[in-house]
């Protein structure tokens, strides 16, 4: 097994060295691995939560995860949990498993479960008898084995699962019930003893009769509590120590009816209490019926485990996920818009791909719908006269010419808040950064018209125009020059002219023409031959004026000339 963590954390550090993420196929070029043996190990690291996978077409691509660590949550919860995939190879299992396995990370991880070294033969046994089982229905295994000379009872459920890539999986809760089952037998044995346990017992023991009334709470209940007995003994659970709603909206007080009319259907349970100074608690439950010396039920008997720090990171885990699936739903939804504005190849390409994306961004997306509208031109949906919720954002620089208009349909699951925060933030980022790629779209567009427009103009031109910069390179070669030298503008554009239309020897002379431009002598005449492609020559008498940019003489100077002979 030091093989195998050897070689994770080399993957680990290959992914850390190349943050923008890495194939299968790479990755088995720079380990010297083949790729069905990375692609085991990726499995593993998947699965644990320590690298993350996007898809492009075919391809998979890993990078270094940086999402919530379940997987380390999973490791320092007190339950027993074994993760385990499709091929019943161990992906992880918490420190409490590995501690009652006997068994180190590095023993497990990667391995069949029924092929784990157990130092013990009655665990190989226990989850010998447990494989028929694994694939079938869900529910509650009971199993009795004895690890290190220590008996213990276990509830053994196994939940199939489905990972993130859609592969298959099992996750394996082993529930240590040792003390319900030892407090159970103990009471069955002796009446007697039965009465020392229940008081010395690190656990909630009530006794109800057929009306839900306390007949019993050991000396653990009423410090878990906070009542005394007398406040407790002949009353009914609901309203004391059981609420008449749980917080998971459940009708506590019919569920204690029919606890105390059929025991065995809430042979285990969680549900909500409350204690005498107003607090919410969770209690796992262990009921079993209490019968008379006929047989017929006298009462139940309750044995309790407060699981209240359990039911907290748990909702702070179903809270954090609720968190990453909006950033992520928003994260997406900006990525496609950026993917738009730096593809789109026009303005109504962009704003109907833009109206297409921004419901992906919205937690209830499939309800959602959107429209731009510019002026009197929309682009996108159409809004139903009976829209449950509306939300417009205008978009820059003033707001008064743009709007994004975004909607939720009649369908959308009731309850809960429209347009969540997050969500608005969204819209309006999104119209902000809309309004100035559209802005930046008009003035590109004028930037083209007028360049059109000056090229026409030198074209249109009867004399040769050359725009040449510091270094006598040619910016700009009007149809005149063409005609003249057989040369197409495309041909010069960027080289230096003495090594294309004017002769070599001209250089000094031209340069020291431009540096008196520079130098603001103003125009300047001068007579300089132009070579054509055919190697004939024509001598141009030339006008060098400096290119003016804002008012101010630039780097680059025009030369406007004709032919010597021709008027």
């Not at 017992?201 to 009423?222: C, H, M, Q, S, W």
């Not at 017929?296 to 990171?313: E, F």
């Amino acid at each position: 097994m030091g093989r195998i963590v050897e070689e994770l954390n080399r993957i680990k550090t290959l992914l850390r060295e190349h943050p923008q993420g890495m194939s299968i196929t790479e990755i088995s070029r720079e380990l010297g691995k083949n790729m069905h043996s990375v692609g085991r190990y990726m499995d593993i690291l998947h699965v644990s939560g320590q690298v993350e996978m996007r898809t492009y077409g075919m391809a998979k691509v890993y990078t270094q995860s940086r999402r919530c660590p379940i997987a380390g949550l999973i490791s320092e919860m007190d339950e027993m949990i074994v993760i385990l995939d499709g091929d019943r190879r161990v992906m992880q299992a918490s420190r409490a498993a590995l501690a009652f396995f006997g068994l180190s990370a590095d023993d497990v991880v990667g391995r069949d479960l029924f092929e784990l070294p157990f130092p013990e033969p009655a665990l190989h046994d226990l989850f010998d008898a447990l494989a028929p089982t694994l694939a079938q229905k869900p529910g509650f295994e009971d199993a009795h084995v004895v690890v290190r000379g220590q008996e213990y009872y276990l509830k053994i459920r196994t939940i199939a699962t489905a990972f993130e890539d859609g592969s298959a999986g099992y996750v394996l809760l082993l529930i240590d019930v040792t003390l319900e089952k030892q407090a159970l037998r103990a009471l069955q044995e002796s009446e007697h003893n039965y009465r020392d346990l229940v008081e010395l017992a690190d656990a909630i023991i009530l006794k109800l009769d057929p009306a839900g009334r306390v007949t019993f709470l050991n000396e653990y209940a009423v410090r878990f509590f906070g009542f005394t007995r007398e406040e407790l003994l002949g009353r009914s659970v609901i309203g004391t120590i059981v609420p008449p709603v749980d917080l998971a909206g459940r009708d506590l007080q019919a569920m204690i009816a029919e606890l105390c009319a059929d025991p065995a259907q809430y042979a285990q349970n969680e549900n909500t209490n409350i204690t005498k100074d107003g607090r919410e608690v969770w209690i796992r439950w262990t009921n079993r019926a209490i019968l008379d010396e006929t047989g017929a039920p006298s009462g139940v008997l309750c044995v309790g485990n407060d699981i209240t720090p359990r039911k907290r990171m748990e909702e702070a885990l179903r809270n954090r996920t609720h968190e990453l699936e909006k950033r992520v739903r928003e994260l997406g939804c900006l990525y496609r818009i950026s993917s738009l504005i730096g593809s789109a190849d026009d303005e109504r390409e962009l704003l109907e791909g833009v109206a297409d994306a921004l419901p992906s961004g919205l937690q209830h997306a499939a309800h959602a719908a959107a429209r731009i509208i510019i002026g009197e031109r929309v682009f996108g949906a159409q809004p139903p006269e009976n829209a449950a919720a509306r939300l417009a954002a205008p978009l820059p620089p003033n707001g008064s010419d743009g709007t994004i208009e975004m909607w939720y349909d009649t369908g959308v699951p009731p309850g809960g808040k429209l347009f969540l925060s997050e969500e608005r933030l969204l819209i309006d980022t999104v119209a902000l950064r809309l309004g100035r790629v559209l802005e930046h779209l008009r003035l590109e567009h004028a930037l083209v018209s007028e360049r059109d427009f000056a090229g026409a103009i030198l074209d249109a031109i009867g004399a040769l125009v050359m725009v040449i910069d510091a270094g006598g390179r040619i910016v700009r070669f009007n149809r005149q020059c063409e005609a003249l030298t057989g040369y197409a503008a495309g041909e010069v554009a960027g080289r230096p002219a003495f090594e294309t239309v004017l002769p070599p020897g001209e250089a000094g002379r031209i340069l020291a023409v431009m540096q008196d431009l520079r130098a603001g002598k103003g125009s300047l005449r001068a007579a300089v031959e132009v070579i054509g492609r055919d190697g004939r020559r024509h001598r141009v008498a030339w006008s060098f004026e400096p290119l003016k940019i804002g008012g101010k003489a630039g780097a680059c100077a025009v030369m406007t000339g004709m032919p010597e002979g021709r008027e």
